[in-house]
């Protein structure tokens, strides 16, 4: 017990906690999905982080929503995909960082007269830059790609893909 005790009242010295928001573009790999969609949708994302050293372990939340249009019928169709992620990170050089990770994707398709939802385990991995200013702040550049993908009642869904983004921090 006293060693949990000791564990928690040092953790705050050699630990900083970090919290980005961000935007970036998402690119489908999917070539159904970007007929359907487009090529590029932006997704926000907020992101809480915990650093030891060069090391660090975060979770992630994305937000994408996007309407297209079908193929055929070029009939209205809403798109909402929420990504979650948790994984690791390694600072190198000071400011450079290389992620990996792991993700459920939650989906869901709707037209007027069908909807299709469902969720899909899925991996990433990343590389970025963060540029700390001003003390606590920091800017923060990064790309990732993501691999998603779940077969149902012979329909797969892929929601494997590139992303850029752009985002600005705190630490604490």
């Known amino acids: 017990m006293k060693k949990v005790l000791l564990f928690l009242l040092t953790l705050p010295l050699v630990a900083s906690v970090n919290f980005t928001l961000s935007g970036g573009m998402f690119s489908p790999r999917a070539s ?13 994302e907020a992101e809480g982080e915990v650093s030891f050293g060069p090391f660090g372990a ?42 990996a990770g792991i993700g459920t994707w939650s989906y869901s ?31 923060r550049l990064r790309t990732k790609y993501s691999i998603s993908k779940k077969k149902q009642n012979k329909i797969e869904s892929d929601l494997s893909g590139f992303q850029g983004e752009v985002g600005v921090g705190f630490s604490f």
């Open 32 to 44: 159904y999905f970007k007929e359907v969609y487009g090529s590029s949708i932006f997704n926000p």
């Open 109 to 139: 398709e709707k037209t007027n007269f069908i909807s299709a939802s469902g969720s899909s385990m899925g991996f990433f991995a990343g590389l970025g830059m963060k540029y700390e200013f001003g003390g606590s702040t920091y800017f």
């Open 58 to 99: 975060f979770l992630g939340v994305d937000y994408i929503r996007k309407q297209g249009k079908l193929t055929y019928s070029k009939e209205k169709v809403n798109l909402s995909i929420i990504p979650i992620s948790l994984g690791m990170r390694f600072y190198f050089m000071k400011m450079f960082f290389a992620d």
